[in-house]
């Protein structure tokens, strides 16, 4: 075997070409060993094998920079720059993370995973090198959807300006995580079937020189063409056509299911554990499909994920022209939703927490500022959500609750989320984003009110006295469970149910005053300009006190959600007890 | 005259072709005549005029919708539908803003003031369109710098999948504010070179169909292709080369200076009332050069917008390679800035606090997650800064101060702020954004910390008792008169100068308990998220009682200051009163 030999790229320019392609095949087996135990990126790491151990052969990291975009595809990176143990031996797989980590290695140049920022980070590292008068290549890897990102394009139309080494690897596996969307990828299919040579050229078209790799999984190709780029005076993309999921039969057949998977058994491709009952995303797909059906003018909106909410391609392809995929372009989503409202039709944008993170100024300026009627979903927004740092779910409330017109609710379950959203399609005075419930899918206990018109008017769910608990939407059963604990106590609390993430319901809080001591607020995200902190602000000069819970500043990165809730004290007992020490 | 008797697009459509010469002589008369009165954008405006004639002769606004891009160039399309009179009659000079306004005529589609949003808000009106089963023309105006913004490409690369009518007309006047950027202008200069016909074609290689117009100011030419593409069943962009200025001399031959201008004097071109003396942009720009001087790795980075901080066209000249204008891509510029302090350079990049909203994801993600010690100068942040709704400065400190690694400073005075520019400059563990001051220079009257290495501890400036005012950047001035005021009441209040918007000094604010009341923080943003809500979370569950000073939640639109300072209580009197009032 030679991969367990190889700690560093200096070994991987000592085998010959016959000897290269063994590797790639025992890196597969690597690959495979550890993705069917662990679940990860299995589509992009299959894919890129010969093209990572290729530029390995030819460049010289760390000296030499690769960047990876998204980085979810570094998994052979990894194994060839000193970390095959962790691909290797299933003890040490948690060793490493899914992305580059630079604390890991000094080939790993920055902590990457969101999608279309690769061209200009690398193109920094580029700039950089100049100014410093230093001398090396530095190598940007993107694709697998990723180049309908503005960022990404921006980075492109840039790097035409730069008179120096840099090389930008295309990898085209004519995939997004579904299917490619937006019409620069016809111009590459273009390219693909002329062999790189047809006239009209996206990149060329950008500025750039231009190279064409026809097999991107040969690696004696690939060699040979950056052998040739090696060293360039000026910006060249090297596109390459590789094949998503190469070399496992079910991944290379079914690429949108297999671009990331829960673990699974490599004999049958099936899930260890499939996940059997109802849940969010589901739901949600499911109850927008009823809504489309009598209603032609609504519309879902997805930049590039419609899996993470549901959207499966038989779904997509039943709700037809009212199902939107714009690709990898979260930006052009939000602002698509705020003109398709004001001309009448009922957009329903769908965007993860993590990459709604794109989308402030669209959804200041293009929607908000506009008033447009449109309802923004803002999917697996929770501590308890992914927990790889590059995509924490915990900053959507701080980004949205602070910008005027938006009306941003927080259902508390099931029932309470399906007649939010009802609301929100019919509602035609302001955008309406909804943090879509995390975590096993409740019924509602409690009637749900069907009406959301009278803004910023919260729940009064138990009027008690001395403490209040403003438990926010997935937080809603931890405040539950704090007011079981303090009635344990002799205390009778409070619970509200806030409802609206984006306002103060003044009327209600004011007549706290009276008879209560302590507000405590608890919400599924983090601190910082988050949703205590105003209501925090509001009481300050009261004689109320204020506790607010949630997660204080940081970037955690690949935590345990129990650890991490503990620490802080986003536990009900740990809250319970804070809320004696004061009353008392 | 024309102009005066055109109440809507239907009397420009009964004009001759000659009779439409001379309107657009006319329109030049009027808006010169506004803008030497009132200042405003200039070039783009004044290059605009016979497409905006002939797209109304062609088209029939407002059944069909014309997007402009930034509405900056709206001007005589504001004559052409119903407000003439605000650009002939100067006592209606201000019945109309600056950009396209719903409100103001059915003509106007969206409130828009930021770039390259057009394609992506009209995309979506073409959609809506066809989800209601209607039929008319949409069309995006773009151009004059704009094409380089992520969301304008990922909207032009989304339109190839639009399988309807839509027209995008592509402004192409060789200019951004300043001179272009970016390898897609080339292709620009290619296809005017070629009329048209060059074999690379970046609209083409985004799957668009193309029809290029060799003189955007000639009526006759506009007309004849406007008509062939109306009514069009599938997306087409119009590329027309236009005149940046065209019609006035200076404007034509200075195209950075003339692309907005305060008022002026038609005959010379010189300003009415030119501002003599230090600012902090010309601070800003003669302090990097003398930096840059000693230091080849220090670089500056503009997204298009290098005016706005001082960089002259000979100071960037100067500059040379350490002055980068990536053009309008402000999500590569902070993500290029973290690269290049990763390769060792030491980047500064200046980005308005209106167009910062643009980068929250590059700042969080890029940036912080990366820790890439980069500075980021974050200019023109104050409520008293633009007043126009879609160029509000007033939403960075909540955008901003909650990402974690950063450290968000805001200088007080014109030596604190060099002092925190240059320390940033050679610190090498976190990404440090600095709130540049903005209004009168103001020199220090207090020794300055030349290290601020120690993160989150605040200046106390003044130690007195019961009060305590936490008076943040460009408020410090504010917080020394409200001391003062109390003082003539016998309060000895507290002053503290917090320096970092994204910490707590916890010691202090601890010490304060003992002997203070009320702590008042004053901050020069929005409240929502913002420095005063974090202090009021940590004081929370204390006896001290707090008071938050800032603008309270709303879009505000062309304001008068002083009328806005009085409605949030952003005056000293106020202030004073509210804490007295709390206090006895």
Known sequence: ??????????????????????????????????????GGHCGPNLGMVEATIAMHYVFDSPTDKIVFDVSHQCYTHKMLTGRASAFLDSSRYHDVSGY???????????????????????????????????????????????????????????????????????????????????????????????????????????????????????????????????????PVVVHINTLKGKGYLPAEQDKETWHWSMPFDIATGKLKNEFIGEDYNDLTALHLMELMKRDPKVCAITAGTPGIWG???QRREEAGKQFIDVGIAEEHAIALA????????????????????????????????????????????????????????????????????????????????????????SYTSHPVAIRVPVGAVKSADRPVATDYSDLNKYEMVHRGKDVAILALGNFFSLGENVCRLLKEKGI?????????????????????????????????????????????????????????????????????VAEFFAENRLVDSMIAEDVLEIIR
Chains 1, 2 share one sequence.
């Not at 690398?122 to 309908?148: F, M, Q």
């Open 311 to 313: 959207w499966t391609p």
């Open 492 to 560: 009778d609390a409070t619970l509200i149910n806030p409802r609206f993430i984006s306002g103060i319901d003044v009327e209600m809080l004011d007549s706290l005053t009276k008879d209560h001591k302590v507000v405590v607020t608890l919400e599924d995200g983090a601190l910082e300009g988050g949703f205590g902190e105003k209501i925090a602000r509001y009481l300050g000069n009261t004689d109320l006190k204020t506790l607010c819970y949630g997660a204080k500043k940081q970037f955690a990165d690949r935590y345990s």
């Open 100 to 234: 580059t980590e630079p604390s890991e290695s000094p080939h790993d140049n920055f902590i990457i995973g969101h999608t279309s920022t690769s061209v200009s980070l690398a193109g920094g590292l580029a700039k950089g090198r100049d100014l410093n008068g230093e001398h090396y290549n530095v190598i940007a890897v993107i694709g697998d959807g990723s180049l309908s990102g503005g960022e990404a394009l921006e980075g492109l139309d840039w790097a035409a300006e730069l008179d120096s080494n840099f090389i930008i690897v295309v990898n085209d596996n004519q995939m997004s995580i579904a299917e490619n969307h937006g019409g620069l990828y016809k111009n590459l299919e273009e390219l693909r079937l002329s062999d790189g040579t047809c006239s009209n050229n996206l990149f060329r078209a950008m500025g750039l020189d231009y190279v064409y790799v026809s097999d991107g999984n040969d690696i004696e190709s690939l060699i040979s063409v950056f052998s040739k780029v090696k060293d360039v005076n000026h």
């Open 1 to 38: 075997m030679y991969l367990e030999n190889i700690t560093s790229p200096a070994d991987v320019k000592r085998l010959s070409i016959e000897q290269l392609k063994t590797l790639s095949s025992e890196i597969r087996t690597a690959l495979l060993g550890k993705l069917s135990e662990c």
């Open 338 to 425: 705020s003109g398709i409202a004001k001309a009448g039709g009922k957009p329903v944008a769908g965007i993860c927490s993590s990459f709604i993170q794109r989308t402030y100024d669209q959804m200041s300026q293009d929607l908000c500022i506009n008033d447009s009627p449109a309802t923004i979903l803002v999917l697996w927004a929770s501590l308890a959500s992914m927990t790889d740092v590059t995509h924490l779910c915990h900053f959507d409330i701080p980004l949205l609750s602070g910008i005027p017109n938006l009306v941003f609710l927080a259902p508390t379950n099931r029932d309470e989320y399906l007649a939010m959203l009802d609301w929100s399609v």
